[in-house]
């Protein structure tokens, strides 16, 4: 064999070796899309890098994080999924229905982990919970159940109570399903039930002089992002018109809302880091099974207990997870 040949084989067999080696060291990258802006998803996004971290992932160290903020805007939600996709990321994890559709949308090949989802099997997502198929898996929030489980709770604050209203959004999947579940548990419980559709910012005002026109004695949300991104204005009208409110999320009682009882989604996020370490160990997204909530958290707020007049029974704040006074 001649010099160069020797020289010109063992160049190529160093290159291969520096290439396998990269390859074998590749950090992932994830993307994170938080459809919400940064000061109501901070805490999503420490939920879920604690996952990570009881994973073994440390950000700068063994995977490189994504992460953007759409500040609630429709449009930013598509900007950042689509510059997700360009960054060729390794996985992508985002929320809201809102949210995975928009990545969807951009990519059938780049394994997608929902931190959350209303109905992914209704909505087309996912094939089945069980066995979802194509690129989508994670975490579903359908507890349909719980929405006669949260009359319950108003009943037991407020024993004489029979007229009770519903704050939904009709284009939001996961407020048609729970708007229906809260009219079948109100007809079983004898409850007079007043629908009040919302579908734009401005329209809470307008909300809330419908229930009083309607005689509402207590209210309560489905789940829809305007909602969510309004809940210290929808605590205030509450409190301003002395109803009492209860809601799926444990955000609303914090930001003032009388009570709330549902799953958690801030240990979504925490859930989701196990998605995406078994995505990046080999599994394929279609074969993960979505995971169903089973944490499901009361919180009571005293404080508005108080503002609105009204005494928790005993019995009820001995169940709560949390008391905010």
Request: glycine letters at 8%.
């Amino acid at each position: 064999m001649s010099r160069r040949a020797f020289i010109t084989g063992l160049g190529a067999v160093l290159a291969a070796a520096r290439a396998a080696e990269a390859q074998a060291t590749k950090v992932p990258r994830i993307g994170v899309l938080h459809p919400g802006a940064p000061a109501t998803s901070s805490h999503f996004a420490a939920a879920f890098d604690q996952g990570l971290d009881e994973h073994g992932y440390r950000e700068g160290q063994n995977i490189v994080l994504e992460r953007r903020f759409a500040e609630a805007k429709a449009e930013r939600i598509s900007e950042i999924a689509a510059e997700l996709v360009r960054l060729k990321v390794d996985v992508i994890v985002t929320s809201t229905d809102v949210g995975i559709a928009a990545v969807k949308q951009q990519t059938q090949t780049i394994p997608i982990v929902m931190a959350n989802s209303t109905d992914p099997v209704g909505i087309g997502f996912v094939g089945s919970l069980a066995r979802p198929g194509g690129n989508v898996t994670g975490l579903s929030s359908t507890s349909p159940e719980l929405s006669g489980k949260r009359l319950e709770l108003l009943k037991e604050a407020l024993p004489g109570l029979s007229r009770v209203a519903i704050v939904w959004n009709p284009d939001v999947r996961g407020g048609v399903l729970e708007y229906k579940e809260t009219e079948s548990a109100a007809r079983s419980m004898r409850l007079q039930l007043q629908s009040v559709e919302v579908n734009r910012t401005d329209d809470f005002n307008r909300a809330f002089a419908a229930l009083t026109t309607g005689r509402a004695e207590a209210f309560t949300v489905a789940p829809f992002s305007l909602a969510f991104r309004s809940r210290s204005q929808i605590a205030s009208l509450a409190q301003k018109n002395r109803l009492p409110s209860i809601y799926g999320l444990r955000e609303f009682a914090d930001a003032g809302g009388l009570m709330a009882y549902g799953p958690n989604y801030a240990d979504g996020w925490r859930r989701a880091a196990t998605y995406v370490d078994k995505i990046l160990r080999g599994a394929k997204p279609g074969d993960l099974p979505i995971e169903q909530p089973t944490k499901f958290e009361l919180v009571i707020n005293l404080k508005t207990a108080k503002a609105l007049g009204l005494t928790i029974p005993h019995s009820l704040l001995l169940r709560a997870d949390q008391v905010i006074e």
